[in-house]
């Protein structure tokens, strides 16, 4: 339970003096609520048993959202191509909480991203069709938003014609669009996002500690009682009344501690492989929504970044570390080239990101027609598996798993995330329209501050506070001009980054912005988390050594013909092979 006599920030910080006394608790405490997994539904499912007043622990094997929740595409949606699939309450729901995320919940975190549907050039009848198609469309989602009211929290459509969707995204090919609509959507730093949720949860006293797998179930009689853990040398029992398994794709291992795999969670990974390329490479000021044969590509702004993805493909390979191959690549380019004036080609490229879509095992063979609602299972007594749905609806997902628990839980209050804004929601919008005033007052530039501001919302403070007891800090990171050598001081004492890789792949995304992927931001951001963290000179070599390294495998990967080779390269292995299915690996993330 949270300590009343200190703030909700302080509460909330993720430090490496809160880690320690976290593990004290994971050793002590029974616990009413432990959730295994640290991804989005994980951090929700904490946070949501949090709400309720509940003592809850999580633990993560590597680090907060290293699994899929970092790897997404980004957006909080309701899945427009959904609509055509006909999952009209899929996207009810979704549009539902995206307001609620980018209204109240998280302001600071989900913001508006305006998309173009551009409307193919086939003979007049085909381009009425089209405009007539994708505008019920498109006027459907918009319904489902709600038309007007405050909880929207996005503009509604509007048409274009070819000049006037040419004049949004001049790169567009003049042969390839008849005219568009425009759309808006939800934009989120996922990684940052989960980070968010996971310390607003230990504001509320969860006890969040990363750096631990599950590896068992500890029963008695057909009641959970706990789980078997480890962290690299120790093991132990922690003991809880519920067990909530939140581990997306490694769901089937957890079914597979069960005395039956069969009434556990079926779930099949595809892989979804996204390219980074530089602002530069292509005008626009909008996003784009092309449809691909099997599903849709998004072209989407990212700061001074395009992030265009994604793919769709089945994967059995290692699933700590989904590699993308060149093929994937080629696919990639060969669709957004398609629509774009000057073809891009992988010169252009900075980063690239593969992640794996946790879907529920159904009849179907195809991955793209799997689906992407989720599901809740008690197959023994204590313990409940989650895992499918989207990170949208991350909350939705959270607050079932948690109702369930908490019919073992007598007493328990009603969920209270749909009212609780995360942590540096509070305050944001007054700190955004004096960013100016903000950014004078700390001899900053307006663009490092609404850099801060949109990262951090009003915990910006915390970030100004430690630049003004140590200017440097202030700085910019070597090979990263965008990110200031602050944000990796927070990260290491506030938001429970205990790696270099930790820093460069997920609280900052350094790692998929720049071309160097991160190599020459590493030794800066070592010797800071040193300092944070007392590594020893060997250690600080070792952290640098290891990013190198995990560089260096995946731009290999990526130069390989297939997943095969592609998964050979990336997990430093001599031979492909289907063998290995790759648990969190809390060394390699
Ligand atoms: C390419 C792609 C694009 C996507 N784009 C979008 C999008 O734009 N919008 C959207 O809403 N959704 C999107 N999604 C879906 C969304 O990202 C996922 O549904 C969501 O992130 C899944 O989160 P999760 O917490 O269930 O799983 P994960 O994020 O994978 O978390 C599971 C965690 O469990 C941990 N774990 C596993 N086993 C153990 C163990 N034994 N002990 C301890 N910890 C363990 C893992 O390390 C991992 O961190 C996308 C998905 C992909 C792949």
């Not at 938003?145 to 929290?153: M, N, Y």
């Not at 990101?353 to 793209?368: I, M």
């Not at 950014?439 to 990262?455: I, Q």
Request: glycine share 10%; no cysteine; proline share 4%.
């Amino acid at each position: 339970m949270r300590d009343r006599s200190e703030s909700r920030y302080a509460a909330g910080a993720l430090s490496p003096q809160r880690r320690a006394a976290d593990l004290r608790r994971l050793r002590e405490e029974r616990f009413d609520v432990l959730v295994v997994g640290g991804g989005v539904t994980g951090a929700g499912a904490a946070l949501d048993a949090a709400s309720r007043g509940l003592n809850v622990a999580l633990i993560e094997a590597t680090d907060l959202a290293s699994g899929t929740s970092s790897r997404s595409s980004k957006l909080i949606h309701g899945g427009l191509r959904y609509l055509e699939q006909l999952e009209f309450p899929l996207v009810h729901e979704a549009l539902r909480e995206r307001g609620l995320l980018a209204t109240l919940l998280a302001p600071h975190l989900v913001r508006p991203l305006p998309f173009l549907v551009p409307l193919p050039r086939e003979g007049v009848f085909g381009k009425a069709w089209h405009r007539f198609y994708y505008g019920a469309g498109v006027a459907l989602y918009d319904a489902f938003a709600g038309i007007v009211g405050h909880g929207r929290g996005m503009p509604l459509h509007r048409h274009f014609t070819a000049h006037g969707a040419r004049r949004l995204f001049p790169s567009l090919k003049e042969s390839a669009v008849a005219g568009a609509i425009r759309y808006y959507d939800g934009q989120v730093d996922d990684a940052r996002f989960v980070v968010t949720l996971a310390r607003t949860a230990a504001s509320l006293g969860a006890a969040i500690v990363t750096g631990i797998t599950a590896t068992g179930l500890v029963r008695d009689a057909r009641e959970v009682i706990g789980v078997e853990v480890s962290d690299g040398t120790d093991e132990w029992t922690i003991h809880a009344r519920t067990v909530i398994a939140a581990t997306g794709v490694w769901s089937s291992d957890v079914s597979s501690w069960l005395p039956d795999a069969r009434i556990g969670l079926r779930v099949r990974a595809s892989k979804g492989v996204h390219l980074v390329v530089p602002r530069s490479a292509i005008t626009g000021e909008v996003g784009l929504i092309l449809r691909t044969q099997k599903s849709v590509l998004f072209v989407i702004p990212w700061g001074g970044h395009w992030i265009i993805g994604t793919t769709d493909t089945e994967w059995e390979l290692d699933r700590a570390h989904p590699a993308a191959s060149a093929q994937d690549i080629q696919y990639l380019l060969a669709q957004v080239n398609a629509v774009l004036e000057r073809p891009l080609t992988t010169e252009d490229i900075e980063g690239v990101y593969a992640g794996l879509r946790p879907l529920l095992s159904g009849e179907s063979d195809s991955t793209s027609a799997l689906s992407r609602e989720h599901a809740v299972v008690e197959p023994l007594l204590g313990l409940l598996l989650v895992a499918g749905g989207k990170f949208t609806t991350y909350r939705v997902m959270a607050e079932d798993v948690v109702d369930r628990a908490a019919r073992r839980l007598p007493g328990t209050r009603r969920s209270g995330t749909a009212g609780l804004p995360l942590l540096g929601a509070d305050g944001w919008h007054s700190l955004w329209r004096d960013r100016a005033d903000l950014a004078r007052r700390h001899g900053l530039s307006t663009g490092v501050v609404e850099h801060l501001l949109e990262r951090y919302g009003s915990l910006i403070v915390e970030l100004l506070a430690m630049i003004d007891a140590r200017p440097d800090l202030g700085e910019a990171l070597p090979g990263a001009p965008e990110y200031v050598a602050a944000e990796v001081v927070y990260a290491t004492r506030n938001e429970g980054a205990r790696h270099v890789v930790d820093v460069l792949t997920r609280r900052t995304r350094i790692s998929v912005e720049t071309a160097h992927r991160g190599v020459e931001t590493a030794q800066r951001a070592a010797e800071l988390m040193a300092t944070e963290l007392g590594w020893s000179p060997a250690m600080m070599k070792e952290e640098v050594r290891a990013y190198r390294a995990r560089v260096k495998a995946e731009r290999e990967s990526q130069r390989m013909p297939d997943d095969l080779t592609a998964d050979a390269a990336r997990t430093m292995r001599a031979t492909p092979s289907r063998g290995s299915t790759g648990s969190p690996d809390p060394a390699r993330a």
